[in-house]
């Protein structure tokens, strides 16, 4: 019965190697790539900069721009900072826009902070750039959408950019290669548990 089970096993195993081989032969066209990831759950930024982690762990430089998150110092952002000149770190100074509540003072900060992601934007060093949390600034009308999908269509060849934040326009989503939408199904925060040091921040 055991022999049975482990020849079963064996058998199913070599089906999904062939099937992972099949997709892997089929990937032939070398190029970065544009990822989305949105929704309501918690873990976007951190999915993102997990791929930035990666991408320094194979001694690539890589750029970060923060929109939304720069009043408040973050665990990132203290750990990252230390990795220049390997990465471009930059943070849009006024932090959450529904604290400022001053759309003319966030629209200036969102266009100085995007006009330096614009650079990274077209810096074939770069590896990987993540813009995080920069759907808020476009959904609030601060930074121009089409200005932003030109930058992602026409940088380098082998950059690839992660968006993060929730509601990313369908025009992103649609240029995208690979788009995840984190779901929220419970939440600390809503249940009166405090943002978590070097959890939530």
Sequence with gaps: M???SAEAHKKKMQNIKKAVDKKIEKATEDRGVLIVITGN??????SGFGTVFRCLGHGFKAGVVQFIKGAMSTGEEMYLRNKEPDLAYH??????????QDKEKDTAAALETWAKAEKLLQDENLRVVLLDEITYVINY???PL????????NRPKMQSVIV???GAPPE???IADT????????HAFKNGIKAQQGVEF
């Design 91 to 100: 943070v849009m100074a006024t932090g959450f826009t529904w604290e400022t």
């Design 164 to 166: 993060t934040g929730r």
């Design 146 to 153: 089409e200005r932003v999908m030109k930058a992602l269509q």
């Design 141 to 143: 009308g601060y930074l």
């Design 41 to 46: 759950g918690k873990g976007k930024s951190s």
């Design 2 to 4: 055991k022999e049975r």
């Design 172 to 174: 992103i989503v649609e």
């Design 179 to 186: 788009v995840s939408e984190i779901k929220e199904v419970k």
